[in-house]
């Protein structure tokens, strides 16, 4: 049951946020932000869909704090987005997606993870070291020649603008 109402809960946001919220919606919302009432509509669809999809009226709890967080979180992304539109939109959809799990653990029924070993805890280490970590430390230890690369005008290797440009990035 778990992972088929998690389904069903993100097919809903699917939904409610792609499918059921026309061009003249968004620009709206975009314009009056917070004063817009297709803020609100969007949201009660939200709630709506939710126990449409699941045919459960007994999760009104947890379709009733996606609503109020999906309004919230939305309202914020409006108000934000006017320099980062892109970041602001991925923002959003995981701040949804967040607040899912949370209602889950919430109101429902609490997300049981598998017992995990000493591999699991092995290979997340490596892989989250293999992630900034490392391009940090690279960055440093390369920045002696990185230094030297960019003040060199008369290398006997000539240096291609791609990769000056690409060096003056760290």
């Known amino acids: 049951?778990?992972?088929?109402?998690?389904?069903?809960?993100?097919?809903?946001?699917?939904?409610?946020?792609f499918l059921l919220q026309p061009k003249m919606w968004i620009e709206?919302?975009?314009?009056?932000?917070w004063k817009s009432p297709y803020l609100l509509i969007h949201s009660i669809i939200h709630f709506?869909?939710?126990?449409?999809?699941?045919?459960?009226?007994t999760i009104w709890k947890a379709a009733l704090f996606i609503t109020v967080s999906h309004f919230l979180i939305d309202g914020i992304k409006l108000t934000f987005q006017k320099n980062k539109?892109?970041?602001?939109?991925?923002?959003?959809?995981?701040a949804h997606v967040v607040m899912i799990f949370i209602a889950l653990q919430l109101f429902l029924?609490?997300?049981?993870?598998?017992?995990?070993?000493?591999?699991?805890?092995?290979?997340?280490?490596?892989l989250i070291f293999l992630?900034?970590?490392?391009?940090?430390?690279?960055?440093?230890?390369?920045?002696?020649?990185?230094?030297?690369?960019?003040?060199?005008e008369n290398s006997s290797y000539p240096v291609p603008d791609s990769i000056l440009v690409y060096l003056n990035v760290f």
């Open 28 to 33: 709206n919302k975009m314009q009056k932000k």
């Open 85 to 94: 539109p892109r970041f602001w939109f991925f923002a959003d959809q995981i």
């Open 1 to 17: 049951m778990e992972t088929e109402l998690i389904t069903k809960l993100l097919l809903a946001h699917i939904i409610g946020d």
């Open 48 to 57: 709506l869909l939710i126990l449409l999809i699941t045919w459960d009226s």
């Open 109 to 126: 029924e609490p997300i049981q993870l598998p017992a995990v070993g000493e591999r699991f805890w092995i290979i997340i280490t490596g």
């Open 131 to 152: 992630t900034y970590p490392t391009a940090f430390i690279m960055q440093h230890v390369l920045s002696k020649w990185n230094d030297e690369v960019l003040n060199t």
